[in-house]
């Protein structure tokens, strides 16, 4: 007898992956991959009119790879395509609702296929009334995808009807009825984004108002009412990224001052952005020409702003232009 005891071609079958339709192998129990390395899946689904296009359009914005009215199976395909490499898609989010219609039906064996394969995924089932439904439906004029020659409530009844299984195994549940379109951002961003993700995005600009105001400025701050370093002889081939003009500048009578108040009145202003879902503000900081004072000022600005724990980075438009 040979020194092994197996059974013929019980070696081959062991060296086999597994695998569930769509070419994706099952993972070995004994070795699952780290968490923190797994491409993260979301699926947007739910009733017609609950907001889906909102949720997806606030996910492209958090840079998730989003693909709409996506037929299930094709869910599988995608997440075998995702990679860990730089610029890969890391972050899918796929739309599936009853308008894929026949296609609508595979979704739950393609979430237990996805189960099988050690795919993490979540589910996001967005829900309204019917009273809120037929009112968004009629806002837009259009009819409900499985209305047909019935009424709209029929449609709707039966959306219910096919989604009931999908609902009860979702991760979260979001009643749109009484939110806005930005309380409906503000709940999915709550959902998946990190705090990196929900910080606000500061750019302080320096600019010369000879050159015209920047177009997309949220803030203007005029620093004309400063001494002008051009003037000084010494100081007019530099610039407010420099030392010396920019001990000059700050060190002029209600400079220092200045620039604490004023950051202390945007400061409010700030939180109130990423309570709106705004993602981004600019500040202008604007002088004659846009070479010392707006520059020093927008340096500092931007100092004080960082010392918050705010993201700033600081631009200077018209350097170089004199």
């Known amino acids: 007898m040979s020194e092994s005891s197996s059974p013929p071609g019980s070696q081959d079958v062991a060296e086999q992956p597994t695998t569930v339709p769509y070419g994706i192998p099952l993972l070995e129990e004994s070795t699952p991959p780290p968490t923190d390395d797994r491409p993260e899946i979301l699926i947007i689904t739910g009733m017609s009119g609950a907001g889906r296009t909102r949720a997806a359009a606030v996910l492209e914005d958090l840079d998730w790879y989003v693909v709409d009215n996506l037929p299930p199976k094709m869910i599988m395909a995608l997440a075998g395509m995702m990679t860990q490499a730089d610029g890969g898609v890391r972050r899918l989010a796929a739309v599936v609702d009853v308008r894929s219609r026949e296609f609508f039906s595979d979704l739950v064996q393609v979430l237990d296929d996805l189960r099988g394969a050690r795919i993490d995924y979540r589910i996001v089932f967005l829900d309204a009334s019917d009273e809120v439904l037929v009112r968004r439906f009629e806002q837009v004029r ?3 995808p499985l209305q047909g020659d019935g009424r709209m ?9 096919l989604l009931v299984h999908l609902r009860s195994r979702a991760d979260e549940t979001l009643d749109t009825s009484e939110l806005s379109v930005h309380d409906l951002a503000r709940a999915v961003r709550d959902l998946v984004a990190n705090e990196t993700e929900t910080a606000l995005r ?3 600009v320096s600019f010369g108002f000879k050159y015209g105001l920047p177009l997309d ?20 081939h530099l610039t407010g990224k420099d030392e010396p003009v920019r001990d000059y500048v700050l060190g002029l009578p209600g400079a ?6 004023w950051v202390a009145a945007i400061e409010p202003v700030l939180d109130g952005y990423i309570q709106e879902q705004k993602p981004y503000v600019t500040i202008a900081v604007g002088c004659t020409g846009g070479k010392h004072r707006s520059v020093a ?4 600005i931007a100092t004080a702003l960082r010392a918050q724990g705010r993201t700033v980075r600081t631009v200077h438009r018209d350097l170089g232009r004199e």
């Open 202 to 204: 500061v750019t302080t």
């Open 142 to 144: 259009r009819p409900h």
């Open 217 to 236: 400025a949220d803030h203007v701050v005029d620093m004309r009412f400063l001494k002008n370093p051009y003037w000084v002889n010494e100081l007019r």
């Open 297 to 300: 000022v927008s340096e500092a």
């Open 256 to 261: 220092e001052e200045f620039v604490q108040r």
């Open 153 to 161: 409530l029929d449609g709707i009844a039966e959306e219910r009807r």
